[in-house]
Structure formats: structure tokens, C-alpha cells
T-cell receptor, first 111, second 113 residues
Framework: GENVEQHPSTLSVQEGDSAVIKCTYS??????FPWYKQELGKGPQLIID?????GEKKDQRIAVTLNKTAKHFSLHITETQPEDSAVYFC??????????FGTGTSLTVIP | GAGVSQSPRYKVAKRGQDVALRCDPI?????LFWYQQALGQGPEFLTY????????KSGLPSDRFFAERPEGSVSTLKIQRTQQEDSAVYLC???????????FGNGTRLTVT
């Protein structure tokens, strides 16, 4: 079946360093890939997304890259801050209109 | 400018009880999704509505789960004869049209004792 794999499951970085989270997806027809940040007790919040017609997108300290040939995409957070600590989920839109989510990465930024 | 609203935020049910979880999507969003999120896991798809039509219910784990959206706005997820394995956070999300991001509510945490 369709699936999205996400690595690593946990990540600790020093404040100011960069963090990278990687995902792979199974459906070569997928064309939309959002990233979500989830804080304790809250629902996932969109932080950035990318469509299949571009290879990279940046928004301040956050960037996402997409390699359609290899079917993988990555989230890059630069100059990390303690408030970046949360669980991050990648997702891919597959089979028409259904999103599949990765299993999440718990990011801890150490002050 | 309200986002997706879910109620109740927390629900404790005794095994065998029925529960109803409510979702009020963003006004004008035609698509509504229900997800189940177990502790430490990503959201798992349950069902999807476009307006009042339930287009996909392939993720509902059993016939004890039922969802409706009779007027194409508010949706209710009902779980009959709850079991301990139903304990999870139930997330609702809405979106205007594909492909566009899902907007999630804060979820309902269901605990079955």
C-alpha cells in the first residue's frame, strides 16, 4: 500500500545549529508535500509545503527540497531556536485526495 | 477568522459506551477529513467528506465507527461500543480544494477505561 517513511524519529541539536528531516514516499504520482509542526496538546500546523513542479522552497529559516526521481523530500531548519522544539510530520498527497503522513520526528533544540 | 474547532477536547468513556465527537471546519471549506493519532505516531486517515458526501471511508477501523456531515459543514464522528484500543487523539481537518494544505483542529483525546 501507499506509505511515507520519515527519519530520524528523534533529533537533538544545539541552538543555532541546523536540523534536517528526511522523508520518502511510495506513489510516483504524488504532487504535493506539506510539512507540519505539532506541539504538545495541539493539532498539526502547516509550516511549509512544496509542489512537484519545483525542487526547493524557502521561508526564512525553513526550506524544503524535493527529488521526484528518488521520491524523497527533506525539511531543513537553520539557526535553530528552542521554540523550534516540537514533533514534525511530513505528508504526501496520494491517490487523488488522500494525505499520508510520516511517523514524525521529535526535535529537541538544546539552549 | 476561526480555525477548525473540535469538541470535546477530552473524553473519558467506559468500555462499551457510545461517544460522539464534533468538528466545526473553517467556513467555506468543502473537504473535511477525520484522522486518528495514536501516541507517538502520525495521523492515520479515517474518512473524508466533500460537502455532505462521504467519498472515502476506507480508513474506518470497524463498523463501530460512523461519520456524518449532513449539511456539508459540521461533522460528527461516532464510535459505538467503545473498546480500549479506540483510545487515541481524533483529529479533524478541512481544506478548500486539492491540492492545498489541511487545516487541523486541536483534536479530541479519547480515553476508554
Amino acid at each position: 500500500g501507499e506509505n511515507v517513511e520519515q527519519h530520524p524519529s528523534t533529533l537533538s541539536v544545539q541552538e543555532g545549529d541546523s536540523a534536517v528531516i528526511k522523508c520518502t514516499y511510495s506513489d510516483s504520482a504524488s504532487n504535493y508535500f506539506p510539512w507540519y509542526k505539532q506541539e504538545l496538546g495541539k493539532g498539526p500546523q502547516l509550516i511549509i509545503d512544496i509542489r512537484s513542479n519545483v525542487g526547493e522552497k524557502k521561508d526564512q529559516r525553513i526550506a524544503v527540497t524535493l527529488n521526484k526521481t528518488a521520491k524523497h523530500f527533506s525539511l531543513h531548519i537553520t539557526e535553530t531556536q528552542p521554540e523550534d522544539s516540537a514533533v514534525y510530520f511530513c505528508a504526501a498527497l496520494m491517490r487523488g485526495n488522500q494525505f499520508y503522513f510520516g511517523t514524525g520526528t521529535s526535535l529537541t533544540v538544546i539552549p | 477568522g476561526a480555525g477548525v474547532s473540535q469538541s470535546p477536547r477530552y473524553k473519558v468513556a467506559k468500555r462499551g459506551q457510545d461517544v460522539a465527537l464534533r468538528c466545526d471546519p473553517i467556513s467555506g471549506h468543502v473537504s473535511l477529513f477525520w484522522y486518528q493519532q495514536a501516541l507517538g505516531q502520525g495521523p492515520e486517515f479515517l474518512t473524508y467528506f466533500q460537502n455532505e458526501a462521504q467519498l472515502d471511508k476506507s480508513g474506518l477501523p470497524s463498523d463501530r465507527f460512523f461519520a456524518e456531515r449532513p449539511e456539508g459543514s459540521v461533522s460528527t464522528l461516532k464510535i459505538q461500543r467503545t473498546q480500549q484500543e479506540d483510545s487515541a487523539v481524533y483529529l479533524c481537518a478541512s481544506t478548500s480544494s486539492a491540492p492545498s494544505p489541511l487545516h487541523f483542529g486541536n483534536g479530541t483525546r479519547l480515553t476508554v477505561t
